[in-house]
Every structure is written in structure tokens, then in C-alpha cells.
């Protein structure tokens, strides 16, 4: 299980750890915006415990029905922040039956790169792994499968949402306002992203862009999965998604619900980092830090 500022998702996989493949069973995704407000309090808002604490419920029927063996529950951006984290853990262990890990966010990268490039296609090296959350963003530079340099970075769809875009749809000047806030992040990071040949975006903001360029009738894993976007594509959709309005972003039918308020931002953070790297595609990848911490526990 990962549960970031915005989402909560559960993977169920069968590991053949000797052949190093994977049969999914089950993918679940739910937007629970467990990080609202944090930024701004310190705290895990109350009622956004609840709506975590409903999904933690709904997940463990799933595990009980599938007999699952293993189980670890890793918990990042918004539990790092928070100051009542005991409350959150105590909740997530009467009802799972473990603990959260709180990662590091060296971790957290680590555990990206590792799920996203398992199963990449023959790409150039070095790779840059992006993991865009609700919290925070980790970039992750590696070659061969191996993760080099990493950073966890404090920008992230909902957190650069309630920092600065409470316009709908958001004015030029909070759009301006955020872009700088994210340069500033980016000119700050001892990952250095120029020195990828590969740019490999994972998590639901980047998968969510994906759709939009591609134009999907409805969200479509498979043809997200390792699709190659020009990076003109990408950077025209990131506009697009900053200046609709939420109404018309949730009446885009690839849309989830629960992102359409958020995903701006997140748009804002790919657009100023797609910037600075010298790759012409963009890769989207469906396998994340989730597949990271099912192959971390064997």
C-alpha cells in the first residue's frame, strides 16, 4: 500500500522472484487527500483521516480475501509533515494489522526508481525517474537499473495547489507565482536533470497529462503504459490543464474526480522540469514506487 498526500493505492501481486516477474492481481486506487491542509496547519485534518481510515477498511477486505502473505503499508509526503502522526499510525494498524513505514524521502525515490525501471523498454542512460505526488516530487537519476543520485523535493500537485492557485481557473499572476516558487525548488536540487537521456514520468498527475495528450475517451492503462510523448505535447497539455476550470477538467472523461482540483499544480511542476531536460519524449510508466515496495518485501 501507498499512501501519499492525495491518494491512497493497493497493489495484490504474485512475485516469481526467481523468473523476476510479476501477475498483478489487483490495482486500487482512491482519492483521499489525506495531506489537506497540511502544509498550511502541520496537522492530518480529521475528516481526512476518516476518508484514509474508509479506504484502510475497504483494502483489508481485499487482502483477507486474497490470501495475501506479506503486507507493507508505506506512508510518505503528508505523514512526514504532520504533527499527529501517532493518531494516523494507531488507525492504519487496528486495521491492517501493520504499521506504517514512514520513509525518508531517499527512500521514497529508491522505491520509485526501482518499480519504474523493473520493466522499462531498451532506453538511452543515464535515466531520470520523476515521481510527481500530491506532497512532494522525487527525482531519481540512475543507470542500469540502479539508482545514482536522488532527491526528495517539497513541491507536489496539492501542495503547490493550496499555496498558490485558489483562482478557478487560476489567474496569470498565481500561475507566474507558482512557476517561480518551482524554479526556485528546481534551481535548489542536487539532482542534476540535464544529464538524462531518458525522462521517465510516473504517478497520477504525470499518467493523468499522459491521457490528455493522447486524447483518451476514457483512462487507459495500457495506453499509457510506456507510451513515448513529445515533450511539445506534454508542455501544451500542462497549459491546457492550468487554465481550465475544475468543472470542465472533471468533464474530461479520463479525468478521476478527485484530481481535477489539484492537478494544475501538478501540471505547473512537470512543465517547469520538462524544461530543463534535454530529451525530446517524455516516457510514461503505469509501474511506480507501489511495484518498489512489493519487490522490497521479497
Known amino acids: 500500500i501507498d499512501c501519499g498526500t492525495n491518494s491512497i493505492r493497493l497493489l495484490v501481486t504474485d512475485l516469481d522472484v526467481d523468473a523476476g516477474t510479476a501477475e498483478d492481481q489487483v490495482r486500487r486506487m482512491e482519492?483521499?487527500?489525506?495531506?489537506y491542509g497540511v502544509d498550511r496547519t502541520g496537522r492530518l485534518d480529521e475528516r481526512a483521516l476518516e476518508r484514509t481510515f474508509a479506504a484502510c477498511e475497504d483494502y483489508a477486505r481485499v487482502i483477507a480475501d486474497h490470501g495475501v502473505e506479506?503486507?507493507?503499508?508505506?506512508?510518505?509526503?503528508?505523514?512526514?509533515?504532520?504533527d499527529n502522526a501517532d493518531v494516523f499510525a494507531a488507525g492504519v494498524r487496528e486495521r491492517l494489522g501493520v504499521g506504517p513505514d514512514v520513509v525518508t524521502g531517499s527512500e521514497e525515490a529508491a522505491l520509485?526508481?526501482?518499480?519504474?525501471?523493473?520493466?522499462?523498454?531498451?532506453?538511452?542512460?543515464?535515466?531520470?525517474?520523476?515521481?510527481?505526488g500530491g506532497g512532494s516530487t522525487e527525482l531519481i537519476l540512475g543507470e542500469g537499473g540502479v539508482a545514482g543520485a536522488e532527491?526528495?523535493?517539497?513541491?507536489?500537485?496539492?501542495?503547490?495547489?493550496?499555496?498558490?492557485l485558489r483562482s478557478d481557473p487560476p489567474t496569470a499572476a498565481e500561475v507566474a507565482e507558482c512557476r517561480e516558487d518551482v524554479?526556485?525548488?528546481?534551481?535548489?536540487?542536487?539532482?542534476?536533470v540535464a544529464r538524462a537521456r531518458t525522462v521517465v514520468g510516473v504517478a497520477g498527475t504525470i499518467t493523468t497529462v499522459a491521457a490528455h495528450v493522447l486524447?483518451?475517451?476514457?483512462?487507459?492503462?495500457?495506453?499509457?503504459?510506456?507510451?513515448?510523448?513529445?515533450?511539445?505535447?506534454?508542455?501544451?497539455?500542462?497549459?491546457?490543464?492550468?487554465?481550465?476550470p475544475v468543472?470542465?477538467?472533471?468533464?474530461?472523461?479520463?479525468?478521476?474526480?478527485?484530481?481535477?482540483?489539484?492537478?494544475?499544480?501538478?501540471?505547473?511542476?512537470?512543465?517547469?522540469?520538462l524544461v530543463r531536460t534535454t530529451p525530446d519524449v517524455l516516457v510514461v510508466s503505469e509501474h511506480d514506487i507501489l511495484d518498489g515496495i512489493a519487490w522490497s518485501l521479497v
Do not use: K, N
Open 183 to 192: 524554479d526556485a525548488v528546481l534551481d535548489a536540487s542536487t539532482v542534476d
Open 31 to 35: 482519492i483521499v487527500r489525506l495531506g
Open 70 to 82: 506479506r503486507v507493507r503499508f508505506v506512508a510518505t509526503s503528508a505523514t512526514r509533515d504532520a
Open 151 to 164: 532527491q526528495s523535493l517539497d513541491i507536489g500537485s496539492v501542495r503547490m495547489t493550496e499555496r498558490h
Open 247 to 273: 468543472e470542465e477538467r472533471r468533464s474530461w472523461p479520463f479525468m478521476h474526480p478527485g484530481r481535477a482540483d489539484v492537478i494544475g499544480g501538478g501540471a505547473a511542476i512537470l512543465a517547469r522540469l
Open 112 to 132: 520509485s526508481f526501482a518499480g519504474a525501471a523493473r520493466d522499462l523498454p531498451d532506453v538511452e542512460q543515464p535515466v531520470l525517474v520523476v515521481d510527481l
Open 215 to 244: 486524447g483518451l475517451e476514457a483512462y487507459d492503462s495500457a495506453r499509457i503504459h510506456h507510451a513515448r510523448l513529445p515533450v511539445r505535447d506534454v508542455l501544451a497539455s500542462c497549459d491546457a490543464i492550468l487554465a481550465a
